[in-house]
């Protein structure tokens, strides 16, 4: 197996901010130019009030579990 040479080091904080330097450029170029405006309109569509029958809502998931349920079952009785 080869020794280290104590010579030969790595400057790991550096790479390290390196690295975070190019990060904050990369979300820097792809934020939008009126990125307040875009975060208020995701917040206020998050806020809005959904309807029951909205893709994750509990009661959804459980008329849809029923009909499964039933369906089975009818099928097991004929």
Known sequence: MDRLDPDERIDI???VRAHGVRQVAIVRLATPSDWQ???????????RP?????????????????????????????
């Open 50 to 78: 959904r309807s029951m029958f909205d893709g994750g809502s509990d009661l959804r998931l459980f008329l849809e579990s029923f009909a499964i349920f039933f369906t089975a079952t009818m099928m097991f009785l004929l």
């Open 13 to 15: 904080r550096g790479r």
């Open 37 to 47: 405006g875009e975060l208020r309109a995701a917040l206020a569509a998050q806020r």
